[in-house]
């Protein structure tokens, strides 16, 4: 991977070898973690099962999606408007729904009660972690129904280490399903 850069006449680089370089870094960053989430896997499939998976889901919870190229276009937004109540706030139950899982498979994903999910499906808390749901339900863009895009939830993809998007979320991997949702609706290879 080499990038050859060039000073512009004033001494600093210029604007087209620095979105280069952004581009490589980018690929780079995602190409780690795709590699992080394999030894992950790996690690679970060989039995370490370390504090440390369950402190990775448990910040997840408390992080939003890493910005993606959509984030500002309201059409890609409004995608996913039936997924928000009338205050605005992301409904597990309508993420689960939509996914086509039950309410209490959702609620230990976000490491919850399903009782407590159930009592206030919108609450402030369950903010954060939904966005990544909210995120990859983005490809009803290129889906041609719900049933369809079920379907892509369901099914074995190389670039999921021939994981389904659901098996993945399941392991709280919830970012890499994000930046692959991303990259299929920019046509980026995973």
Known sequence: MSTAL???PNGGLGVGELAGLRDVLV???????????????ALRSAGVTADAGGAIKAAARDMNPRPGPF??????????????VSNGNLSADR??????ITLSQLAGWLGRTKQAVSKTPDAD???SALSYFEHVARLG????????FRKWLRTPHGSLESASPLEVL???EWQ????????ILTGTPG
């Open 71 to 84: 984030d500002r276009i309201k059409g890609v937004l409004g995608a996913t408007a039936d997924l928000r």
């Open 170 to 172: 399941a392991k709280g």
């Open 141 to 148: 863009l290129v889906t041609k129904n719900d049933a369809e």
């Open 176 to 183: 890499a399903v994000a930046d692959y949702a991303d990259d």
């Open 27 to 41: 690929e780079e960053k995602r190409r780690l973690e795709r590699l992080l989430c394999r030894v992950e896997r």
């Open 125 to 127: 808390s369950l903010q």
């Open 6 to 8: 060039t000073k512009s």
């Open 95 to 100: 993420v689960a729904k939509l996914y086509g």
